[in-house]
């Protein structure tokens, strides 16, 4: 049988798992055909993301084929989303891990499961991977987590190195109008209205949790599995892409976790990797049916001896988009860290050169215009188009920017590039943002890796200490996992700015920084030897997903805008899906967002941003829609923020309900 190759299975379309304190989630299933009167193990996946209509187009194109080879595939919402009961309160809440715990034991006890459960998901359902296996619920054998971070605080959408990503706030409106949707009235009869009512009453504004949290407090220490790796102990199978915003757990999870532990980063964007983008992909099917075999059927396949990191090394990236494939090569390490890898300085010098010897100290000043950081992309793209990292050339004009000679040779890196800075700035509060590049022959300038800090946070996230203006500082940053290979005729690029926006939300100053270049300011490199590769099997099907109706075309637009009032820079974004209809059970289903972020280059607190987001239902004569619109603005003392949920059954409206929060500002 060909296992990516689905046979028949039985399916249970929606039940309901009771909880301890009565309430219940709702399930979709697919079990094995052999399912009546066998057992098999099976396979959880717990999202707020809506089994209905969220994420069927991937669950149908995965679990009957995890059916077929002989697992029972179950998709579970969180409280209070799809059409589960209860209140939805936050992400990865302690009761949403506790009712995970419960779900577990649920399935280990039904008659068609043999015991043994796995647990996978990209994104929140990677995150909840981790964070239930470090609670190691006695039925849970094996996770796959894809997309993931072990550090909530500095490696997921709300701050990075105490600095204010910008995702914080467009994160929350996503949330607001998923949550504020109700169940499917053909699965729950007439309550769908009360459910919808009490939704809409009760849901949190989660941007006032979050921006109330901005040092590294237990809130962030709650479900950062780097707390205590010794408790991951269940064999975890942890990838990412290059293209991704979590793309620094997999080998933080190989070199760290105490389980059975392997690592995975290819050059995809922020999805499953048998149909994400760039190319190539991964047999993603196989890998994992080869992890569930050994850790939930006890075969010996020699899943338990793959190497612990596998990784792709993308060479010679051109910065064009849409970017479909990446050029390069698999790698493979037995152990990580990698012995093998050493590490390799480069100094910046006064006259732009990046040399591998310190040259004459000397002090260089930057002060970026604020919407330096245009070209950054989105934080985890879900599309290979705008969403990805552009050309940097109009970012480098806002920089200091330092090159090597035209490479002799290739150089090949894999690891995590770290910084160190001898700097000072003007102001108490302040950021520095560090820029890899590869710069091609012909000037265009790829972004290989990034990283920011808030200077306040420079010897500690959970306490941070004004600067001294003026005074001289030294400074550690680390800057993303990658793994690149910089081709002969290249030039390897630094680049260093004091604004990084959108991405990051600026200070309340502007910032002027004076970089000592010469021995203490150091660019190192995990530099490898390069000449292995490593054979990773693509998928046979190019296009696993199913396709359902298009009604409505769908629309992308991204682009920024110079000089409107005021003088400020915009960067606005379109993202409409179009309509498309489910099949078997005909819900319509329609999603739009529009962005907005603006800053005058020269005022700080002009940093403001709006987004939009309307969700569509309708059915037959039932039709419902939900309207969000979520705002954020600054002064020197405090964020300002406003959230309005609409919602309308038909073109009534039966629910609005509006937030307006003051935020105290905290060395951010």
Not at 203 to 213: C, D, I, K
């Amino acid at each position: 049988m060909n296992q990516h190759t689905p046979t028949r299975c039985h399916e249970l379309e929606h039940f309901l798992i009771p909880l301890s304190d009565g309430r219940k989630l709702s399930a979709r299933a697919w079990l094995p055909e052999t399912a009546l009167g066998h057992r098999a193990p099976a396979i959880l996946e717990y999202l707020p993301y809506r089994k209905r209509d969220g994420t069927a187009l991937r669950d149908e194109s995965t679990y009957p084929i995890f059916a077929s080879n002989g697992y029972a595939g179950v998709r579970v919402d969180i409280s209070g989303t799809g059409e589960s009961g209860g209140d939805f309160d936050d992400e990865y809440s302690p009761r949403e891990l506790a009712d995970g715990v419960e779900v577990i034991a649920w399935i280990a006890k039904q008659d068609w499961c043999d015991g043994n459960i796995g647990m996978m998901g990209i994104s929140w359902g990677g995150f909840n991977s981790l964070q239930i296996a470090a609670m190691n619920p006695p039925a849970l054998k094996a996770v796959i987590a894809i997309g993931t971070t072990v550090d909530r605080y500095n490696d997921d959408i709300h701050y990075k190195n105490g600095c204010l990503l910008y995702s914080n706030a467009w994160w929350s409106a996503v949330m607001l109008c998923y949550v504020s949707r109700p169940p499917d009235p053909a699965l729950v009869g007439e309550c769908w209205r009360d459910m919808w009512l009490h939704r809409l009453q009760t849901q949190p504004f989660p941007l006032e949790t979050w921006l109330s949290h901005q040092r590294r407090d237990d809130y962030w220490r709650h479900g950062s599995v780097c707390e205590n790796y010794a408790a991951v102990t269940t064999p975890a199978l942890v990838i990412s892409g290059w293209a991704d915003g979590y793309l620094n757990a997999p080998p933080a999870a190989a070199q760290n976790f105490a389980g059975p532990t392997k690592a995975i980063n290819g050059p995809w964007i922020h999805q499953y990797p048998h149909f994400a983008y760039p190319h190539p992909r991964l047999d993603f099917l196989n890998e994992a049916l080869r992890w569930w075999d050994h850790w939930l059927k006890g075969r010996d396949n020699g899943a338990d001896a793959l190497p612990a990191y596998r990784a792709y090394i993308s060479e010679g990236v051109h910065p064009s988009l849409p970017r479909t494939h990446e050029p390069g090569r698999w790698v493979a390490e037995e152990c990580w860290p990698c012995k093998d890898i050493s590490t390799v300085g480069f100094f910046p010098s006064n006259t732009s050169d990046l040399a591998d010897h310190p040259g004459t100290t000397t002090h260089l000043t930057i002060c970026s215009p604020l919407d330096t950081g245009t070209a950054a992309g989105e934080f985890f793209p879900l599309k290979p188009d705008e969403e990805l990292t552009g050309d940097q050339t109009g970012d480098n004009a806002g920089s200091l920017v330092f090159q090597t000679a035209v490479l002799d040779q290739s150089v090949e890196i894999l690891g995590q590039p770290t910084m160190a800075l001898r700097v000072s700035i003007d102001q108490p509060v302040g950021h520095l943002a560090v820029r890899l590049l590869d710069i091609h022959p012909d000037g265009t300038s790829f972004r290989v890796s990034w990283g920011v800090i808030n200077l306040t946070h420079r010897t500690s996230h959970a306490n941070p200490n004004p600067v001294e203006p003026d005074k001289i500082m030294d400074i550690a940053l680390s800057l993303n996992q990658c793994g690149y290979r910089f081709p002969c005729g290249h030039r390897i690029g630094l680049a260093i700015s004091t604004a990084y926006w959108p991405m990051v939300m600026p200070g309340p100053y502007r910032v002027s920084a004076c970089i000592e270049a010469g021995q203490h300011t150091r660019l190192d490199l995990p530099v490898r030897c390069g000449n292995d590769a490593y054979d990773m099997p693509e998928p046979d099907n190019p296009n696993p997903l199913p396709e359902y109706v298009q009604h409505r075309p769908a629309e992308y637009r991204r682009w920024v805008t110079h000089g409107c009032d005021n003088n400020a820079t915009q960067l606005q974004v379109i993202d409409d899906t179009g309509e498309e209809e489910i099949p078997d059970h005909g819900m319509r289903i329609r999603h739009r967002h529009e962005d907005c972020w603006s800053i005058i280059p020269d005022d700080p607190l002009s940093a403001s941003s709006r987004t939009l987001y309307c969700c569509w239902m309708s059915r037959d004569n039932w039709s419902i829609r939900t309207e969000t619109e979520t705002t954020i603005s600054c002064d020197v003392a405090n964020f300002y923020i406003s959230a309005k949920i609409s919602a309308f059954e038909g073109d009534t409206v039966v629910h609005t309900r509006e937030w307006e929060r003051t935020i105290p500002r905290d060395l951010l």
